[in-house]
């Protein structure tokens, strides 16, 4: 079992409102490249998505369980299928979005507990969290370049070291894709 946290981020590491729902003055920046940027399986999950469960914080999973349910391309297939694990204290019901359920304890045991890989998208306070308790293994990273200045960041201030090795990196439209795994401790 894997933990994989996949983000849009800036050169700056902001990773806060990338589509612009958040409705803050520099969201949608991802979105300005353009659809083809964004679009598909840029994070190269392929059969991840298959096999493993996403975990979603409660307010990731309210705005995918808008946009994902009513898409038929492939990967939106996929990411309708794939088992979704969402991490909330004040959510109760989570049929808006198929194969959807409320994590019932406590984040961090569920993680450790869990069989299969979990992918992370976006839902930062859930990263933080496994963060802190040194369980992610793997950043897939779609880097735009772009510099805001403001914002949540992915690695904030003040937060745990993280010793990392680069598995790959390759661009995509006006972004990078950069993986990066558990370097030497």
Known sequence: MSVIVIEFITLDGIVSDPDGSGGTPTGGWAFRHGPGTVAGDKFRLGSTLDDGVMLLGRTTWQLFSR??????????????????LVASRTLTDASAWTNSQVIDGDLVDAVKHEQRDVIITGSLSVVHTL????LIDEYRLLAFPTILGTGQRLFPAGGPPAYLECLAAEQTGA???ARYGRGAR
């Open 131 to 134: 963060m802190a308790e040194d």
């Open 67 to 84: 946009l994902w349910p009513g898409r038929d391309d492939p990967f939106s297939t996929r990411m309708n299928r794939v088992p979704k």
């Open 175 to 177: 972004a990078v894709l």
